[in-house]
């Protein structure tokens, strides 16, 4: 992301923009297959109410937004067990895939330089077929 000059007013479009110029963004099908090769941790970082209404990602590791750099940070004492290095691979997705570009711009700036985000989030890998758990399965977070 180009860096931004003290005052300098941007809208969040403009700043979107900016933010994903930098990311080598992947569909949702290449999110999945890089997961079943072992090469990516997915990290769904909807809200519960759009989880409860649509379904979950098996094997996504869930963090809302708001937590999201504490639970990634490698050097982090509230880190998720998985994020173990800041060579590991983390996929985002947010619902749409808006907000998911600018946390992975958050999760770069903790130096996870393999952070990226899925084009059209959990919206497009529903649409591509791809396994969705329905709402309420047991042995899945609410």
């Known amino acids: 992301m180009s860096e931004r000059r003290a005052g300098e007013r941007v809208g969040i479009d403009e ?12 569909e949702a099908r290449a999110a999945h297959e890089a997961y079943e090769a072992g ?3 997915l990290v769904d970082t909807r809200y519960a109410a ?3 209404r649509d379904g979950l990602i098996q094997g996504a590791l869930i963090v809302e937004r708001n937590e999201l750099e504490w ?3 490698p050097l982090g004492s509230h880190r998720a ?5 800041h060579d590991l691979r983390v996929v985002v997705f947010c619902n749409e895939g808006y907000a998911s570009s600018l946390a992975v711009a958050s ?9 990226t985000d899925v084009i059209g989030g959990f919206q497009a890998w529903k649409a591509a077929g791809l396994p969705v758990l329905p709402p309420g399965t047991p042995g899945t977070p609410a």
């Open 15 to 26: 700043l979107l923009e900016r933010v994903r110029s930098g990311i080598d963004r992947i």
């Open 39 to 41: 090469d990516a941790l």
């Open 50 to 52: 759009l989880r409860e």
């Open 71 to 73: 639970r990634l940070d």
């Open 81 to 85: 067990p998985e994020a173990d290095s």
């Open 107 to 115: 999760l770069r700036q903790l130096g996870l330089h393999r952070a």
